[in-house]
């Protein structure tokens, strides 16, 4: 495997060379960072060329993420948009003096924070209630599919990313989930769970990779897909 970094157009993208068949671009949240996986085969002309017909793409996504950046400031204020589990919800502050926390309703999420809670403490109360609910519904979904593929892992853990929805440790059979998970649908969520789980069986995004996904999850691609709808329109 061999990885390298090319410039175009002012544009950098890290190339990674595998045992594939295809080309694959990605165009990465939040700042809109370039991945390549490409076969060891393809030279770097021919790689260069295809990247040059793909920029005004990669651009595109690129704006998106700085669009979506723009907007996505959270002032943890009354009636303030926040999605979760794929759907809208309108944000609804409740003073108490006791322990802060959140209700869900059908049109709410209902904070209840100090009257003098800073911005900071309030979305670490938000936080806390989307890491609560989304552990529970991951651990589902684990629980699911690990007598399905026969595969068992030690643990699982949840934190903010940058780049990814979720890693797994293979020597470890340990999990890592992305906080913003909590905002997907949850197919999204399905889909990285089982993502991540099978890579117990192949560590590579390689084509057994992708019929083993089509065999136990074959709707993945919608699943997949709604995963950067999430992003771009609902962080």
Not at 117 to 126: A, G, H, I, M
Not at 198 to 212: A, I, P, Q, S, V
């Amino acid at each position: 495997m061999n990885a390298y970094c090319l410039t175009l157009n002012d544009t950098n993208i890290a190339i990674e060379k595998k045992g594939i068949k295809h080309l694959h671009i990605s165009v990465c949240p939040p700042d809109g960072s370039v991945r390549v996986s490409c076969p060891l085969a393809l030279n770097d002309e021919s790689l260069r060329l295809s990247l040059i017909k793909r920029l005004p793409w990669i651009k595109e996504q690129q704006q998106n993420f700085l669009n979506q950046n723009r907007q996505s400031k959270r002032g943890m204020l009354e009636r303030e948009s926040h999605y979760f589990f794929g759907k809208r919800y309108l944000l609804k502050i409740e003073h108490t003096t006791k322990k802060q926390f959140v209700l869900q309703s059908p049109k709410y999420l209902i904070l209840h924070v100090h009257q003098k809670t800073s911005l900071k403490k309030r979305l670490k109360v938000l936080e806390n209630y989307y890491r609560q609910v989304l552990r529970e519904k991951i651990q589902t979904y684990i629980n699911q599919y690990e007598k399905i593929l026969n595969e068992s892992i030690q643990s699982f853990k949840i934190q903010k990313m940058k780049r990814i929805w979720g890693s797994c440790n293979i020597a470890k059979c340990a999990l890592l989930f992305n906080l913003e998970l909590a905002k997907a649908p949850s197919e999204g969520i399905e889909y990285v769970v089982v993502h991540e789980l099978l890579h117990l069986k192949t560590r590579h995004h390689n084509e057994y990779f992708r019929d083993l996904l089509s065999l136990y999850l074959p709707n993945w691609q919608r699943a997949k897909a709604s995963l950067k709808e999430t992003y771009l329109e609902r962080s």
